[in-house]
């Protein structure tokens, strides 16, 4: 019985490139040929034996795999290893991962448990790192229909052409009408009124090109941010929020943001999670909240660099 179990995903961008992941013979191994056949493909590989699942793919799988691990109760006891085999690699950014290729002896390892971003409603529980509506949304569709770079310079062509059609459009623009939504932040409720922005983010570590939009200050697994539409001196205020810089006039402009356990969002009519367009029906209630822990099989190094040490739980040396 192997212990190794190995999800490849054909569509991801390294193996589109044709630079196929070396595997040991002993390895379990599925190729899962859509969404849907991820968690059969999970499934399969827990009733092997697996107690370890590397991931073949990009954020997109990472996703995919850890709503089936959680569905099935199995994340207590396998261990996902992160591989850079996608476009923008959040989650190796953010736990850490083994580039592009299996470890090849993985006893210097550290498991490590991480709690993600629940997304629920209607009793469907996705899982991600981050989420986003509104501008976000619409800056992920462009990005998505728009040839240009990938991977991190991909992240920052997208929130540098959102912000710059957005002050070139005005107030009234299409960018700074922003979408009707509820917001209530640990029971709290937000001013009402349309909005720019919402994201949130189960992330510690800054985005790539080190952007830091969402809120450290306060107590929660869950860091958000929140802009009033039309989104206030957005020329001025953009560069401060983006690069994580708090000043007292941002909020008095409609600019929040901080920590939080639970989100409830009312009216939301699509958003994005790790950077996949999700539609749903027209003014749905979504929960935010943190998922149970998942387990990473990280090196050893970037356990310590990645994670803070308060939010590090008790990682453990594998043998």
């Known amino acids: 019985m192997s212990t190794l179990g190995v999800i490849r995903n054909a569509a991801s961008s390294a193996n589109r490139r044709g630079t196929g992941l070396t595997v040991p013979p002993e390895a379990v ?5 859509s969404r849907e056949a991820t968690g059969e493909a999970v499934r399969s590989l827990l009733a092997a034996g697996v107690q370890r699942i590397a991931l073949d793919g990009g954020d997109g799988t990472v996703r995919l795999v850890v709503d089936a691990l959680l569905r099935e109760q199995a994340a207590e006891r396998v261990a996902l290893i992160l591989l850079r085999r996608g476009n923008t690699n959040l989650f190796c950014r953010e736990i850490g991962g083994w580039g592009s290729r299996l470890p090849e002896d993985a006893g210097g390892g550290l498991v490590v448990a991480r709690r993600l971003l629940r997304v629920r409603n209607a009793g469907r529980h996705r899982h991600g790192l981050i989420f986003g509506l509104g501008a976000y949304e619409r800056a992920t569709r462009l990005s998505a229909e728009r040839r240009g770079p990938v991977g991190a310079a991909g992240v920052a062509s997208a929130v540098g052409r959102a912000l710059w059609d957005a002050v070139l459009q005005g107030p009234e623009g299409p960018w700074r009408r ?10 709290v409720a937000a001013p009402t009124g349309r909005r720019l922005l919402f994201a949130a983010t189960a992330a510690e570590g800054r985005l790539p090109l080190r952007l830091d939009p969402f809120g450290r200050e306060g107590a929660g697994a869950i860091r958000w941010l929140d802009i009033d539409a039309p989104g206030r001196r957005l020329a001025v205020a953009a560069p401060l929020v983006l690069s994580g810089r708090h000043r007292p006039c941002l909020e008095r402009a409609g600019y929040r943001r901080g920590r939080a356990e639970v989100i409830e969002l009312g009216g939301v009519g699509s958003f994005v999670l790790d950077g996949d367009v999700i539609a749903c029906e027209p003014d749905t209630t979504l929960t935010i909240e943190p998922s149970p822990p998942v387990r990473f099989l990280v090196p050893e190094a970037s356990a310590r660099e990645r994670v803070p040490a308060e939010r590090l739980g008790s990682p453990r040396r594998v043998l």
């Open 29 to 33: 191994v599925a190729s899962p040929a």
């Open 178 to 187: 922003g979408v009707p939504l509820d917001v209530s932040v640990d029971g």
